[in-house]
């Protein structure tokens, strides 16, 4: 049987970069086609029999905790420190409160539910979701060696033959966040993935590439005008 799963959704950032959109709403609340990011991801995740979410809030967290209460299984919890201490201060936040093995996700994706079947269907304890380089700008990519990760990095000299793109959805054991909080609460770290980095090097984190998988971040316009134009038809078919 699969082990119980819930889910830890990222939300606190200000999304800066598209400005024109988050003056009055956070990222998550960006509506492609009449549903909202936070909104679709919600579903899906529930689809899929994920018991719990949380979402670590900070901007505009407001419009979070309202969502929340339409929902009897989603909690939010918010980083107030969200503009200081980025991703990673976002995760540290939910250690208190998770207790099994969790999806971790970002709230600004627009991806295909395949992904998430993908996560749920493979054993394997630590796994974070890859793709075919997408070339749409602000890519984070992934280094491997025999699916195990070694490297994730803005930086495109690690694109090798073998790279991959991290897509910002990962499973994470109850094991890995137990690991993760002891050894790097006072890192003083701003980004989540900088973690699973430094914990693969004692930790199997495994990448799963996913081919011809239709996915996009919205950190920009230029996302945003992919996101409907070229993902979202890709997702309806």
């Not at 939910?94 to 749920?120: M, Q, R, W």
């Amino acid at each position: 049987m699969q082990h119980k799963l819930d889910a830890v959704i990222l939300a606190a950032g200000m999304g800066s970069r598209i400005s024109q959109l988050t003056k009055e709403i956070p990222k998550g609340f960006i509506q492609i086609n009449e549903e909202k990011l936070i909104e679709r991801s919600l579903r899906l995740l529930i689809n899929n029999n994920i018991k719990t979410i949380y979402i670590v809030t900070g901007y505009k967290k407001e419009h979070y905790e309202q969502l929340a209460k339409r929902f009897t299984n989603v909690i939010t919890i918010n980083n107030y420190k969200y503009s200081e201490t980025g991703s990673f201060g976002s995760f540290l936040k939910i250690a208190k409160h998770v207790h099994n093995s969790f999806f971790l996700l970002e709230s600004d994706l627009l991806y295909e539910e395949n992904i998430i079947k993908e996560l749920i269907s493979d054993k394997r304890k630590n796994i974070i979701a890859t793709s075919d380089h997408t070339n749409s700008g602000d890519e984070i990519y992934v280094n491997d060696d025999n699916s195990i990760l070694i490297n994730m990095s803005k930086n495109k000299n690690f694109i090798g033959k073998n790279s991959s793109e991290f897509i910002g959805i990962s499973k994470i054991s109850y094991k890995l966040l137990k690991y993760l909080v002891s050894n790097y609460s006072n890192e003083g770290l701003k980004e989540y993935e900088e973690l699973l980095v430094m914990a693969s090097k004692e930790n199997d984190i495994y990448v799963k590439k996913l081919k011809d998988i239709a996915w996009c971040e919205i950190d920009t316009l230029n996302h945003l005008k992919r996101a409907k134009e070229i993902i979202y038809p890709r997702l309806n078919k």
